[in-house]
T-cell receptor, first 114, second 113 residues
Framework: EAQVTQNPRYLITVTGKKLTVTCSQN?????MSWYRQDPGLGLRQIYY???????DKGDVPEGYKVSRKEKRNFPLILESPSPNQTSLYFC?????????????FGPGTRLTVL | QKEVEQNSGPLSVPEGAIASLNCTYS??????FFWYRQYSGKSPELIMS????GDKEDGRFTAQLNKASQYVSLLIRDSQPSDSATYLC?????????????FGKGTLLTVNP
């Protein structure tokens, strides 16, 4: 089954404790992206990657890091989480940058930073 | 920063009525427009795309685009309780931003039986 998976689905952590949210897709997609969704603010792009070893900042990259060492994986790293990073996070992928509109979203990761 | 604005909602309609969802965008060069549906607690899913001025129909859904007015809308005919969800308007950027989708904040639609 074609899908985007994220782990963990739910996470409660404390300020300053480094964490990684994994994202994996099995569709051989080149383009992957991370979004955060907050009430009243909608979906905002954090980082994106157009291919292996090619990443760039989205609209709200502060406090986040990403890497793209393999085509299928695109982890999101919070080196020192803060309460303002409490949010619902979605990973998404599309075949390539030319079809970025047809994005397949993962199930989401609900993160709470205390 | 390019913006996408949606009517804030929530929008409540009776079953069988037409629900009308609106969206405006700031990037005059944008050529591609999309509607995603997001059920509570779930991830967004693409339901409609539109690229040319005018109407595009798909079952009970009709997307309307007016590039001159920088306006996109989604009409849902014969609304059903299963249509209750948040609807996100998304616009593909132009020029150097054509790899990006910018989303509106969404409009919550409730269809009452």
């Amino acid at each position: 089954e074609a899908q985007v998976t994220q782990n963990p689905r739910y996470l409660i952590t404390v300020t300053g404790k480094k964490l990684t949210v994994t994202c994996s897709q099995n569709m051989n997609h080149e383009y992957m992206s991370w979004y955060r969704q907050d009430p009243g603010l909608g979906l905002r792009q954090i980082y994106y990657s157009m291919n292996v070893e090619v990443t760039d900042k989205g609209d709200v990259p502060e406090g986040y890091k990403v890497s793209r060492k393999e085509k299928r994986n695109f982890p999101l790293i919070l080196e020192s989480p803060s309460p303002n990073q409490t949010s619902l996070y979605f990973c998404a992928s599309s075949a390539d940058r030319s079809v970025v509109d047809t994005q397949y979203f993962g199930p989401g990761t609900r993160l709470t930073v205390l | 920063q390019k913006e996408v604005e949606q009517n804030s909602g929530p929008l409540s309609v009776p079953e069988g009525a037409i629900a009308s969802l609106n969206c405006t965008y700031s990037d005059r060069g944008s050529q591609s427009f999309f509607w995603y549906r997001q059920y509570s607690g779930k991830s967004p899913e693409l339901i409609m795309s539109i690229y040319s001025n005018g109407d595009k129909e798909d079952g009970r859904f009709t997307a309307q685009l007016n590039k001159a007015s920088q306006y996109v809308s989604l009409l849902i005919r014969d609304s059903q309780p299963s249509d209750s969800a948040t609807y996100l308007c998304a616009v593909r950027g132009s020029g150097g931003s054509n790899y990006k989708l910018t989303f509106g904040k969404g409009t919550l639609l409730t269809v009452n039986p």
